[in-house]
Each structure stands twice: as C-alpha cells, then as structure tokens.
C-alpha cells in the first residue's frame, strides 16, 4: 500500500487551497522554482502529495516571515521529510539564511524558550494535521 504522506495524489487547485497560497502564486512557484521539491509532473499536470503541501504551506509561512523564497522551500524540505507530531512548533531564529536551521518543539515546551533575540514560531503540528484530514476528505470523496 502506498504511503499517504507521500502518494502525489493531489491537484494545483486542491495544493494551493490545502497550502493556504493563491493557484497564481503556486503556479509562479512552480515555474521560478526547483519543482522536483515538491511536485511531480505527470503528462500536462502537476501532481501533489500531503508531504509536498506541507512543505508549500511551511515555506509561505517562512517567506511571510521574511525569509527569501528559495530559501524557504529549501528549508521546508529539510524539515518535512515525516509529518510532525500534531503539537508541534516549528522555531526558527528571524533573519536566518540557512536550509537547515529552524527547529521542532512540543507546543508545551514554548513558555520555556530562552528569548534574546527573535524567533519565528508556526504551529505546523496543527497545519500539517489539517493537510492530512483535507487530504484524507479527497480521497475518501474520490472512492
């Protein structure tokens, strides 16, 4: 059986709706970007997986945030190779430039973070939660 997380399964239409971006925006991405990051060519569509919208929505909420949008995909693939726990936080210094930083916590552990400078802070635990039951919706509609 395939894995759901990752089966491409999923529309333009439905990925930007499900990543909360315009179909305009995801189209632009689609052409600017590094596709392969999260979409999947099949004849004249394109095609999405729940992990892929994860990875669009991570990276809108990261460029609203300030960072460059290459870099934003980049590092939201880095981090949503495996859906992560519904409580989780995605904590990322602001103005940081690297793929790899940024980090998951429980949403329980935030009253405790040492703040001296700031910090982006996206609860993706309960995004990527809501991606997953959108997603499971389709595909039970489509059955």
Same mark, same amino acid.
């Given at each position: 059986?395939?894995?759901?997380?990752?089966?491409?399964?999923?529309?333009?239409?439905?990925?930007?709706?499900?990543?909360?971006?315009?179909?305009?925006?995801?189209?632009?991405?689609?052409?600017?970007?590094?596709?392969?990051?999260?979409?999947?060519?099949?004849?004249?569509?394109?095609?999405? +997986?729940?992990?892929?919208?994860?990875?669009?929505?991570?990276?809108?909420?990261?460029?609203?945030?300030?960072?460059?949008?290459?870099?934003?995909?980049?590092?939201?693939?880095?981090?949503?190779?495996?859906?992560?726990? $519904?409580?989780?936080?995605?904590?990322?210094?602001?103005?940081?430039?690297?793929? !790899? +930083?940024? !980090?998951?916590i429980?949403?329980?552990?935030?009253p405790?973070?040492?703040?001296?400078?700031?910090?982006?802070l996206?609860?993706?635990?309960?995004?990527?939660? $809501?991606?997953?039951?959108?997603?499971?919706?389709?595909?039970?509609?489509?059955?």
């Amino acid at each position: 059986m395939a894995d759901p997380w990752r089966e491409r399964a999923y529309s333009v239409g439905e990925a930007a709706t499900l990543a909360g971006i315009r179909r305009s925006t995801l189209d632009m991405w689609c052409i600017r970007q590094p596709v392969e990051l999260f979409s999947e060519k099949r004849g004249h569509r394109r095609w999405f +997986s729940p992990c892929d919208i994860a990875v669009l929505r991570l990276a809108h909420e990261l460029e609203r945030g300030g960072m460059v949008l290459l870099t934003a995909i980049a590092c939201a693939y880095e981090h949503m190779q495996e859906p992560p726990a $519904g409580d989780a936080i995605f904590v990322i210094p602001a103005g940081k430039l690297s793929p !790899r +930083s940024g !980090r998951f916590i429980p949403d329980r552990d935030v009253p405790r973070l040492q703040v001296d400078k700031s910090l982006i802070l996206i609860p993706i635990g309960q995004m990527v939660a $809501g991606i997953n039951a959108a997603c499971a919706e389709l595909r039970q509609r489509a059955a």
